[in-house]
């Protein structure tokens, strides 16, 4: 039997992943970076909107002219021209003049505000009156409000979003550097492991966590492939796993990593070249033989990780290392985690000290009492109970049932019901 290495903590694991070298970056179109990862720091290159334009459809002019105006006592001013969309208005107004404007276009020279359409009325001949007071600029979006050129405003590392996308188009960004895709391989082994479209025999299970794994290495931004299915035959799983190094920024092996006679994951890992093991074992639950090495082969580092065969133990360990991994690989620059919510605790948990648990847990809404009315700082106060999906690792529903992880930290023997949890949302 294979013995663990001294079991490390959850940080010292994650602290591992800064040794791997950034991959290099590359030029993609605007319309496909959504979900990429910025290479470079991003500067305006221009004041934005770059002129003064009005929100609301009314009138230009000069907050001064319409000081104090109400309903009973209007301020009169002059039309004397319509600023028309796309176009720049070629005067400027003087004392008691306005012009006419709709949302989006852009003010004349002396207007300081835009008083809407509907605190207005006609006079006769051009004269309106205004039956309200305006401040200088109101109802105007000046133009370096959006951004003032030369401002940061998406930091290197960042994973572009939807509205990033449209940032960089406002700017006439139409080619994005970003980090390129780790382009990951999973394989999988065991001799009780059969292809996902065929029916097992007896003895025989379907191969889970390939087609798990590999899709959650592409919601972290990664081009996964599955690799195949690999026996428990030592010699064919050293040539499987060199071959796919050859080609391969990162190599996951579902299975064979716990300790075993079977277990020929760590060796076949140490035998790349210039390889090494950087841990074998996480004080976690499930997921304790979690396995992390690099090695560098034709010049280039690849990863090494070895996930357990269970499929909530590999999921589990996948989410908390693999994904920072590949978050890592890609220079993300924000935090790794989850986003988080609390909640209470329907059940008493136990757990073993020194160990990070992560358990499944199903979110409801908490109850409001009729009639009761939002407290100040009810935002901070939990808004679902959580309900711990019990289980062994091996089964896939499970986790399927669950709206996350709650987290039971090293330091503590577990929970009672009632008492208030951190729950790590699934993406």
Known sequence: MKPFLTLQSVESVIGHMGAFPLLETELCTLDEAAGRFLAQNFFATEDLPGFDRSTVDGFALRARDVFGAQEGNPALVECVAECRMGEVPDISLAEGQTARILTGGMLPQ????????????????????????????????????????????????????????????????????VRRKPLVAVLSTGDEVVPASQMPPPGKIRDINAHSIAALCREAGARAVRAGIVNDDAARLKAAIAQLAETHDVVVVSGGSSAGMRDHTVEIFESLPQAQLLVHGVAISPG?????????????????????????????????????????????????????????LTRSIASAQGRRDYLRVRLRPLPVPQGQRPQAGAALQPQYEAEPIMGASGLISGIAAADGLMICPENREGYDAGDTVFVELFR
């Not at 405003?153 to 572009?160: E, N, P, Q, S, V």
């Open 110 to 177: 002396g207007a300081d505000c835009v008083v809407m359409v509907e605190y207005s009325r006609p006079a006769g001949a051009d004269l309106i009156e205004i039956t309200r007071s305006q401040a200088p600029g109101d109802n105007v979006i000046f133009r370096d409000d959006d951004a003032a050129a030369g401002s940061l405003l998406l930091k290197a590392g960042h994973r572009l979003r939807p509205q990033d996308i449209g940032l960089l188009a406002a700017f006439g960004v139409v080619d994005v550097e």
């Open 288 to 344: 304790k033989p979690f396995i992390l090495a690099t090695a560098i082969v034709n010049g280039r580092h690849v990863c090494l990780v070895g996930l357990p065969g269970h499929v909530t133990s590999a999921l589990v360990c996948a989410r908390v290392f693999l994904v920072p991994l590949l978050q890592h690989l890609q220079g993300h620059a924000g935090s790794a985690k989850p986003p988080q919510v609390t909640a209470v």
